[in-house]
């Protein structure tokens, strides 16, 4: 084994979708926030800030902390970083990494994630074995700071049954 548990959020192997892998965005989304982050970096950033969370979370989490830092415009990434991320996501496609993954996983997502969708997150608990899958009803991209009770508790929950059962074997 050699490694603990592995905890992924808010995941998806491929961004974008394939010729054999539709649970991406369709490439002309990336292609457009990509345009639009290299004409007006201010006009996309906010386009892709939206997308982080449902329109309730954004919402109900206006005065929370944790959400102001994420959305607070000293946090924002530089335009050339920022490019050079979503270049680097729009090419990678980690479908066989994942089937190789051989800890236990657990894997948390907003059912109504519009960056990575839930439907790659379901892939995802598919592929790799000994993988769970927690999703969260009307959550976008987010749950560690929009849900992040439910989220602590799971992650909790499953690192002490992980463990626990490590023990059991041994």
Known sequence: RGT????????????VQRSDYENGLAPVVVKRLFRQLQRDYQVGLN?????????????????????QSVMAA?????????LATLACLQAEDLRPAAARIRVPTLIIHGERDAICLCSGGCFLADTIPDAQALLLPDTGHMPFITRRESVAEAVLNFLADSYQQVEQES
């Open 4 to 15: 603990g548990p592995l905890v992924l959020v808010g995941a998806n192997p491929s961004l």
């Open 47 to 67: 386009t892709f800030l939206n997308l982080l969370c449902t329109a309730q979370e954004h919402e109900h989490n206006r005065a929370d902390p944790a959400y």
């Open 74 to 82: 000293e946090a924002r990434p530089d335009r050339d970083v920022a």
